[in-house]
């Protein structure tokens, strides 16, 4: 079993800055991709950002510029480091990691989600 742990979340004003962390723990023998999603009612579960083992970060446009992912490798967690943050990122965070189990199947791990609310 593959398992995230997700923290970080809260209610920021707008202007304001937050950091969300997801720790990936259980049966990994690699990891190809991990970062986050967002999801507001109503609306699909969109990308965030993501980094891939190949040192790839892809950052949707709205947050670029914005918001920073960074990976620590040995640890299996990445930070998503969200700054001048806007009611319109309003939304539940999901972490998500994929890559292989250490009996070598496929994964593709959700987190239970973190809520982010940007309001006056």
């Known amino acids: 079993q593959v398992q995230l742990a997700e923290s970080g979340g809260g209610l920021v004003q707008p202007g304001g800055s937050l950091t969300l962390s997801c720790t990936a723990s259980?049966?990994?023998?690699?990891?190809?991709?991990m970062g986050w999603y967002r999801q507001v009612p109503g609306k699909e579960r969109d990308l965030v950002a993501i980094t891939t083992s190949g040192g790839s970060t892809n950052y949707a446009d709205s947050v670029k510029g914005r918001f920073t992912l960074s990976r620590i490798n040995a640890m299996n967690t990445v930070y998503l480091q969200m700054t001048s943050l806007k009611p319109e990122d309003t939304a539940v965070y999901y972490c998500?990691?994929?890559?292989?189990?250490?009996?070598?199947?496929?994964?593709?791990?959700w987190g239970q989600g973190t809520q982010v609310t940007v309001s006056s």
């Open positions: 259980g049966t990994i023998y690699s990891i190809n991709g």
């Open positions: 998500n990691v994929r890559g292989y189990t250490s009996d070598y199947t496929v994964y593709d791990q």
